[in-house]
């Protein structure tokens, strides 16, 4: 069974159409990169897998739950809550909260989804997150005292502190200097190598290619060419891939 | 002379410095409520709450205070407040604290809008609740943006409570005063000024430590 299954999902803001009818699932373990031109509804797309936007129609299934079915669309707030639990979500802007350190922006969600949980237990797999992420001298250091590519390693460190089902990434390196750029492309690397399951938008085409299982390019709202890597990278079929693909 | 002056400005002085002090108490959260009402989404509820804020902003507190003061017997007959110096004291502070509250709500209203939408976003990935993500994310942002302007109306505060005199209030001006009457001397009126000035000296240093205080995160 598939860990995500979209289904025609649709969203339009002011009557403008973003997304205009997505399908597509992935399996448990995989990397999907999504691909495309800004203003082609990539971000739209995992705002919507994480319940930021409502989308208008369509369905999302995870684990073969329906979180949903375009049926209902305004949820409580705890049902929203319910929902967004199985997607982590990494920002461009990183968006750490910065009167926490690193340490404590990772612990902070798990402590109070589990109040009962032993605070020590929190403390000492966020510290080994944060170790993964190659900061373990960085546990005290507030955001301000990081650089970007550093700040952008607690937010995947905080993201995965919940163990989502699916960790999702907008655009991670977008708001860092190319020689930051690779330390996190470096860790997101060895996340697909222990099959995390991601979803990716991204405009690193090598590193899409490297990584992905799966790749979705996405033009004006819909899906233009979907498959692995070497099949939408290396030989694409569709004029607008091409298209795309010749600028990098 | 000095030594009875001054001690009859101090005397002055406290009567001031209970209106200052209960004013902050009670306008600072209501202000804090005011400024969410303002920002509400239900047109019922900000519209007349933005009203309030325009009326009390865009009117003297002189005027505010005479109108709370003696409103009450005017337009329902009977004088609200109770008697003697309790009764305008009451008066002074909720015409204090009202006018206080519509500026402070406008000061929170910047300082909660001036958050970037990230850190509620990253918090509602997170699954905190909107109580937490207020408490635990933005409010201390929020506090740490605000308190110069802050400082600013409180230092404002410390010698606006010199107009309460108007509805006879018993503060540290009014003390200064009866020395012209009661001896022909003047200085003590204009020696008040030298205890505005030290707690107003006071309350900078205070402000400037909170400052420095939430310098640890930018």
Known sequence: MPILEVNNLKKSFDGDSILKGISFDMEKGQTLSILGSSGSGKTTLLRCLNFLEMADDGRIKVNGETLFDGMKTSFSENELRDKRRHFGMVFQQFNLFPQYTALENVTLAPRLANPSKDKIDIERESRMLLTKM??????????????????????????????????????????????????????????????????????????????????????????????????????????????????? | ????????????????????????????????????????KTAILRLPIRLIIWIIRGTPLM???????????????????????????????????????????????????????????????LGLSRTQTFFRIILLQVIKRIVPPISNEVITLVKDTSLARVIAFYEIIWEGERFIKSSGIIWPL??????????????TLLFGYIEKKLDYFK
Request: net charge neutral.
């Open chain 2, 190 to 203: 204009f020696y008040t000024g030298v205890f505005y000035l030290l707690f107003s000296g006071l309350l």
């Open chain 2, 1 to 40: 002379m000095f030594a009875t002056v001054t001690l009859a400005l101090f005397k002055g002085f406290l009567g001031t410095l209970k209106l200052f002090s209960l004013t902050l108490l009670f306008s600072l959260p209501l202000g804090l409520l005011i400024s969410f009402g303002s920002m509400s």
């Open chain 2, 63 to 125: 005027l505010q205070l005479l109108i709370i003061f003696y409103g009450p017997g005017i337009f329902l007959g009977r004088n609200i407040w109770g008697s003697g110096d309790s009764g305008r004291f009451t008066a002074a502070l909720t015409a204090f604290v009202i006018n206080y509250a519509c500026y402070f709500s406008e000061i929170f209203r910047g300082g909660i809008q001036s958050i970037p939408k990230g850190q509620y976003e990253a918090a509602q990935v």
């Open chain 1, 134 to 248: 190659g900061l373990p001298d960085k546990l005290n250091h507030y955001p301000h005292q990081l650089s970007g590519g550093q700040q952008q390693r607690v937010a995947i460190a905080r993201a995965l502190a919940l163990k989502p089902d699916i960790l999702c990434f907008d655009e991670p390196t977008s708001a860092l200097d190319p020689e930051l750029t690779g330390e996190v492309l470096k860790v997101i690397k060895e996340l697909a190598l222990q099959h995390t399951t991601m979803i990716i938008v991204t405009h690193e085409i090598p590193f899409a290619r490297d990584v992905s299982d799966q790749i979705i390019f996405l033009d004006r709202g819909v899906i233009a060419e979907k498959g692995t890597p070497s099949q939408v990278i290396d030989s694409p079929t569709n004029e607008r891939t091409q298209k795309f693909l010749a600028n990098y």
